[in-house]
């Protein structure tokens, strides 16, 4: 079982739809990383976060410590949004990663 | 701010030979770089972590004699590729961190895709 899981693994959605992706970690954390990475492979940071909740334009991520679990939500999605989303969570100074969300929005 | 490059964005090399890749943090010191690999549809595999001015430390299974890093400035790692195989064709991804910040939060390059021929 890999210590961060994430779901779903692919995930399609019509433009202006509500989308979550699910983060659960098995592992003691001091904070989770949500990260963005478009088809060019490049890798964007989206949040860091270690309790409650945060908010950037269309994006909030949350995270519940006590159950170890953490969501992206990305409000009225845009094909833009496209691109693989990653949960990581800092074990010390390592980052493990989970295996990944692949969001497709069509218009 | 907390911004990484990557030099080359991309390299093709022919197999038997040595690729150099350049891991700069442009606005920061970084004490504390990381290597990553990514093959397709796969997460990042953490290769190495390297601390500015002593030697990297390499995770298992990768081989140090053949992915050399070095950290000698606070805002320079290099990763080379010695002798090169077309099994070495991936996408190397270098991120940073000040942990003298007060956070281990790392800040991504934007990757370098190599192919071996």
């Known amino acids: 079982k890999n210590e961060v899981e994430q779901s779903p693994q692919n995930l399609t959605a019509q433009e202006g739809e509500f989308i979550t992706i699910n983060c659960s970690y098995s592992?003691?954390?001091?904070?989770l990383h949500w990260l963005q990475q478009h088809p060019g492979g490049g890798i964007v940071s989206l949040f860091m976060?270690?309790?409650g909740k945060k908010k950037h334009g269309r994006l909030i991520a949350t995270i519940n410590i006590q159950e170890k679990h953490s969501s992206l939500h990305i409000t009225a999605s845009h094909p833009r949004d496209s691109a693989v989303y990653i949960c990581a969570v800092y074990n010390t100074d390592k980052l493990i990663f989970g295996t990944g969300t692949r969001l497709q929005v069509f218009p | 701010g907390a911004v990484v490059s990557q030099h080359p964005s991309w390299v093709i090399c022919k197999s038997g030979t040595s690729v150099k890749i350049e891991c700069r943090s442009l606005d920061f010191q970084a004490t504390t770089m990381f290597w990553y690999r990514q093959f397709p549809k796969q997460s990042l595999m953490l290769m190495a972590t390297?601390?500015?001015?002593?030697?990297?430390?390499?995770e298992q299974g990768v081989e140090k004699d053949k992915f050399l890093i070095n950290h000698a400035s606070l805002t320079l790692s290099t990763l080379t590729v010695t002798s090169a195989h077309p099994e070495d064709s991936s996408f190397y991804i270098c991120s940073a961190s000040d942990p003298g910040r007060g956070t281990y939060e790392q800040y991504f390059g934007p990757g370098t895709r190599l192919t071996v021929t």
């Open positions: 976060l270690s309790s």
């Open positions: 592992v003691g954390i001091s904070a």
């Open positions: 390297s601390n500015e001015g002593s030697k990297a430390t390499y």
